[in-house]
């Protein structure tokens, strides 16, 4: 199984050794991405859980099905790793990786997919954006 050092190790290699990642408590990091992202990686056995804050649904409830609608097209269409959701008042993006067999290039295609789907993305879902 994947160890806290092999995740912390991934990091360090990950987008060719440029992401800065800060390690918050043992396990659980956040890295900024080259695409100026904030990534929290957390390592939690039996998984490690990447995620992305990416905004605040607006208050109209018009405009938020819109944004929920969108998301859900996303997830359906676009994403080969992970999924949009809601956590608490903010939408993120994330995905849990098996720790059983994960190497690294599993890892970097997970993150390379999200990081991915952001720059994608943000065009569309800035119309949704209040803040």
Do not use: C
Not at 43 to 64: H, K, N, W
Not at 71 to 94: I, K, M, P, Q, W
């Amino acid at each position: 199984m994947v160890t806290r050092e092999d995740i912390q190790s991934y990091l360090e290699r990950v987008e060719g050794g440029t992401v800065e990642a800060t390690e918050l408590e043992p396990g659980l990091w956040r890295a900024k991405t080259q695409i100026g992202a904030e990534m929290i990686v957390h390592y939690a056995p039996p998984v490690v859980v990447l995620r992305v804050r990416v905004m605040e649904p607006p208050a109209s409830e018009d405009r938020r099905s819109g944004l929920y609608r969108q998301l859900l097209e996303f997830n359906a269409r676009e994403l080969v790793h992970g999924s949009y959701g809601l956590e608490g008042d903010h939408v993120v993006l994330t995905d849990a990786l098996e720790l059983a067999d994960l190497d690294y290039s599993e890892f970097e295609a997970s993150w390379d997919s999200l990081t991915l789907a952001l720059a994608a993305h943000l065009s569309a879902l800035a119309p949704y954006r209040e803040r």
